[in-house]
Nanobody, 123 residues
Framework: QVQLVESGGGLVQAGGSLRLSCTASGRTFRSSTVGWFRQPSGKEREFVAAIRWIGGVTNYADSVKGRFTISRDNAKNTADLQMNSLKPEDTAVYYC????????????????WGQGTQVTVSS
C-alpha cells in the first residue's frame, strides 16, 4: 500500500498557473501508475492525468491536454501536476492516486488515494 499526500493547491486567477505535488511513502510507489483526479463541488470525480511507473508514458483528459503536465521522480517518491492557463472550470478538489502495476484512468483501479487539495480558479 502507498500513502499519498498532496500539496500545492490554492487560489489563482484565470490564466494563471499552479503546481501540485504528490509525495508518497511505501515500497510500491515505484511500480505504480500515478493518477491525478479532480472532483468539482457537487459533481463526480473525474480523471485528469496519469503517468506510468516506468517509461514516462502519460495520458490526459481532453479538457486539460496542452495545459497540464504530469511528471514523476521515482528517486524522490514524488509526482507533480503542472497546471497552466487555468480556467474557472478547473476549480475542484484534486486527488493523487496510485495503481500498482496497472496503467489506467479508471478511478476504481487506484487502490491508494491522498486526502485532496483544493484548487480554485477565479474569473
Amino acid at each position: 500500500q502507498v500513502q499519498l499526500v498532496e500539496s500545492g493547491g490554492g487560489l489563482v486567477q484565470a490564466g494563471g498557473s499552479l503546481r501540485l505535488s504528490c509525495t508518497a511513502s511505501g515500497r510500491t510507489f515505484r511500480s505504480s501508475t500515478v493518477g491525478w483526479f479532480r472532483q468539482p463541488s457537487g459533481k463526480e470525480r473525474e480523471f485528469v492525468a496519469a503517468i506510468r511507473w516506468i517509461g514516462g508514458v502519460t495520458n490526459y483528459a481532453d479538457s486539460v491536454k496542452g495545459r497540464f503536465t504530469i511528471s514523476r521522480d521515482n528517486a524522490k517518491n514524488t509526482a507533480d501536476l503542472q497546471m497552466n492557463s487555468l480556467k474557472p472550470e478547473d476549480t475542484a478538489v484534486y486527488y493523487c492516486a496510485a495503481a500498482v502495476l496497472r496503467f489506467s484512468i479508471n478511478p476504481t483501479d487506484f487502490g491508494s488515494w491522498g486526502q485532496g487539495t483544493q484548487v480554485t480558479v477565479s474569473s
